[in-house]
């Protein structure tokens, strides 16, 4: 099992993002992308998680070539084998930390898996803020609820589009040891933006995404 991009292209008018990227990533890897702003790493974290059509190219994460699943398929594709972690939490005001966790199984009452989601808080260390709303939480406790969220349907594989963005570094490290440690137990693949180049090296590989290219940092 693993993620394979090929010859993956992106336009936009005449603005070329992505040029024809290709890029293995093996099941339990970590993967930083860094580069300047605009080069096309959202464009690329959004295509890879389905958000997003490619021009041309192929994701293929295992077995499935994501780009050309029907729309159907794409969204319990998206929903059970990506996790997205954004720079924004994203969490909804209204319900509690332990509800945002759960945001991702609604709609399926009978299946809730309210224990799974009880015990990625306490992973993630906030067993006693399961019933705070996200405006009671520090911006750290509010990715680290975002990051439980991000893994309540066991993805093969997250996505975190600059995660620590709105954080001081030691709660930015702390964000990303706990997404890698909970990767690595699991398996997952990580493939994280950041433009901050300490926090890219405590991954396995850093990338750097230039005129439509990615590049192996030192390479
Ligand atoms: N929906 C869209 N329509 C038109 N242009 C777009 C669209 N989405 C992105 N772009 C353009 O594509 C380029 C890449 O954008 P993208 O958001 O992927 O960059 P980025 O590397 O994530 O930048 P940043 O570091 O600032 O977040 C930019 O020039 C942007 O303006
Ligand atoms: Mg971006």
Request: one cysteine or more.
């Amino acid at each position: 099992m693993n993620l394979r991009i090929e010859q993956l292209s992106k336009s936009f008018g005449n603005r070329v993002v992505l040029d024809g990227l290709n890029l293995t990533v093996e099941r339990g890897e970590a993967i930083a992308i860094v580069g300047p702003s605009g080069s096309g790493k959202s464009t690329l974290l959004n295509i890879l998680g389905s958000l997003e059509k490619p021009d041309s190219g192929k994701v293929v994460l295992g077995e499935v070539v994501v780009n050309e699943l029907t729309k159907h398929l794409l969204e319990a594709f998206r929903s059970r084998s990506v996790g997205f972690v954004f720079q924004e939490h994203l969490l909804l005001p209204y319900l509690s930390a332990l509800d945002n966790v759960l945001l991702p199984c609604l709609g399926h009452p009978e299946t809730t898996p309210i224990e799974s989601a009880r015990s990625l808080l306490d992973r993630v260390g906030l067993t006693e803020r399961a019933n705070d709303f996200p405006s009671t939480l520090s911006g750290g406790e509010r990715q680290r609820v975002a990051l439980a969220r991000a893994l309540i349907h066991e993805p093969l594989m997250i996505l975190a589009d600059e995660p620590t963005g709105s954080l001081d570094h030691e709660r930015a490290v702390e964000l990303v040891d706990l997404l890698l440690s909970e990767a690595k137990m699991q398996n997952r693949i990580v493939i994280m933006v950041t433009h901050n180049l300490d926090l890219a090296h405590r991954l396995d590989r850093t990338l750097i995404l230039t005129n439509g290219q990615l590049t192996l940092e030192g390479g």
